[in-house]
C-alpha cells in the first residue's frame, strides 16, 4: 500500500466530511472504487475519524501494524504513555 500515490488514497476517501464515522469512510471508499485491501484497512481504523490524516497513516502502515496505530494514536505526548518512577 506504501507505493500508492496519495493522490489515489484522497480519491477513494473523496467526498468524506471530518470528523466522520469510520462507517461514511469505507462506505465512501467502496463507493470510489477503492480495492478489497484498501476497504480491509479501513475496518481498522477507530470508530471516529477525525480527519484524511489518519486515513492516510492507517492505509500506508504494514496491514499488521494499521489496527494497531489506529488504537494507539492518542497515547502519546505530555502525560500519557509510561513514566518513570525516580
Given amino acids: 500500500m506504501s507505493d500508492t ?6 480519491k477513494y476517501v473523496h467526498g ?16 470510489n472504487g477503492a480495492p478489497d485491501g484498501v476497504i480491509e484497512r479501513l475496518n481498522h481504523l477507530l470508530p471516529r475519524v477525525a480527519g484524511p490524516h489518519e486515513v492516510l497513516i492507517a492505509l500506508r502502515q504494514p496491514p499488521h ?4 496505530l489506529s488504537q494507539n494514536r492518542f497515547r502519546t505526548g505530555p502525560g500519557m504513555g509510561r513514566t518513570s518512577m525516580s
Fill in 5 to 10: 500515490p496519495v493522490e489515489e488514497l484522497q
Fill in 65 to 68: 501494524e494499521s489496527a494497531y
Fill in 16 to 31: 468524506v466530511h471530518y470528523p466522520s464515522r469510520r462507517e461514511i469512510v469505507v462506505e465512501a471508499a467502496q463507493r
